[in-house]
Nanobody, 123 residues
Framework: QVQLVESGGGLVQAGGSLRLSCVAS????????MAWFRQAPGEEREFVAGIRWNGASVYADSVKGRFTISRDNGKNTLYLQMNTLNPDDTAVYYC?????????????????WGQGTQVTVSS
């Protein structure tokens, strides 16, 4: 089982940027499809972006053009660059992994989760 630890969350003004990181350990990172999900209070956990071992990526419509997912297989690290943030992006952001070459957009398909990092965007 791979263990995941996120970092990089914080408080930012609308229009600002943040970069989230997720460090993986305990598995062969390149064997895993990786994803970012987020969960706002009272809401379901929703897919943000996912990436295959080779860098192929998928985005939720709500973040396309603003967020960029990337990974460094040599450093066992997943990233999420978030630009032009708005208050609707406020949530706890989670890193997820599944030993697969397929990117799933459903949270239940992922077996490994980080503890989450809070992102708050003020208006």
């Amino acid at each position: 089982q791979v263990q995941l630890v996120e970092s990089g969350g914080g408080l930012v003004q609308a229009g600002g940027s943040l970069r989230l990181s997720c460090v993986a350990s305990g598995g062969i990172f390149s064997h895993y499809a990786m994803a970012w999900f987020r969960q706002a209070p009272g809401e379901e956990r929703e897919f943000v972006a996912g990436i295959r071992w080779n860098g192929a990526s998928v985005y939720a419509d709500s973040v396309k053009g603003r967020f960029t997912i990337s990974r460094d297989n040599g450093k066992n690290t997943l990233y999420l660059q978030m630009n032009t943030l708005n208050p609707d992006d406020t949530a706890v952001y989670y890193c997820a992994a599944r030993r697969s070459s397929v990117i799933y957009t459903i949270a239940a398909m992922y077996h490994n989760w980080g503890q989450g990092t809070q992102v708050t965007v003020s208006s």
